[in-house]
């Protein structure tokens, strides 16, 4: 699966784990977010929740 909530253009490794959790390394910018949850979803590669996160992280550092 792939996570289309990533930006195009962004060079990024990253995980999504069972549940919603994950972890996105952005390396040109030097930023580690993380979003580990108290309620699981059923999903393989994140989900909304973290989306928002990831959303706001990426449009405070462009």
Do not use: H, Q
Request: charged share 20%.
């Amino acid at each position: 699966d792939t996570m289309p909530f990533i930006p195009k253009g962004r060079r990024v490794c990253g995980w999504g784990g069972w549940g919603g959790s994950l972890i996105i390394n952005d390396i040109d910018r030097g930023l580690t977010i993380s979003y580990v949850m108290n309620r699981m979803e059923g999903g393989l590669v994140g989900d909304m929740r973290g989306a928002s996160l990831l959303a706001a992280a990426f449009a405070a550092t462009d």
